[in-house]
């Protein structure tokens, strides 16, 4: 059994908007929606855990009304960092449930395949993500903003969602590293000693960051 888990706290203060960022609207949707329609396509996830944030849950409610989103859904507070609302999340994993797959609510171009992917990886490999290969040339500044080195690109991958995990090595990994700085649910993983599985991702895959990647997105949807 495979259940999902998606933070959707984040309030987007880089995107510069009044609305909360999972509930900004891309072509008449928010932005949760999308996700949530992508990964509803998926008999494979029994049910979606949502961490939202405290204070807006009966926004959420309403965003989610409009929409048949044929999958259980569970609606539970967030934390303050994206790391607590994964925490929070895995308190409501269901005992049958045998691996979690964690998305990012502004992740909203999910393909089908590469979640099937992703989770076939994971059934070998206790973890696997998606990423892809970085483009552009990589250096490592300083304070002083001077170049100290420059990485060799063929060794690095941006990292994407979703991330999917047997259930007791993610548990374990947030029992153990929960209290440390984590930008991926993946980096507590590793720490544990659990060689985590690379699926090649895609390019599309775009997360929701800045007013940039709101444009970059209508043009996807178009």
Aim: charged share 30%; with cysteine; hydrophobic share 40%.
């Amino acid at each position: 059994m495979l259940e999902a888990i998606i933070p959707a706290a984040g309030y987007g203060r880089r995107l510069k908007s009044k609305i909360l960022k999972p509930l900004v609207k891309v072509n008449g949707k928010p932005l949760l929606i999308h996700t949530l329609l992508a990964l509803a396509k998926l008999n494979l996830i029994q049910r979606i855990i949502i961490a939202v944030s405290p204070g807006g849950l009966g926004k959420f409610k309403r965003a989610l009304k409009p929409y048949k989103i044929r999958k259980k859904i569970l609606l539970v507070p967030g934390g303050k960092t994206r790391r607590d609302s994964v925490n929070n999340c895995l308190k409501h994993i269901g005992k049958d449930t045998d691996f979690v797959l964690v998305h990012d609510a502004v992740r909203p171009f999910i393909s089908r395949e590469l979640i099937i992917k992703t989770v076939k990886a994971a059934k070998v490999n206790q973890a696997a993500v998606c990423a892809i290969p970085s483009k552009s040339t990589l250096k490592r500044v300083t304070d002083n903003y001077e170049i100290s080195e420059t990485l060799d690109r063929k060794d690095i991958w941006e990292i994407q969602t979703p991330q999917v995990f047997k259930k007791d090595t993610l548990i374990h990994a947030y029992k153990k590293y929960g209290r440390l700085e984590a930008t991926d649910d993946a980096s507590l993983v590793e720490k544990t000693g659990v060689r985590v599985k690379v699926v090649l991702g895609s390019y599309f895959n775009i997360k929701i960051t800045t007013p940039e990647d709101l444009v970059f997105a209508r043009a996807i949807l178009k």
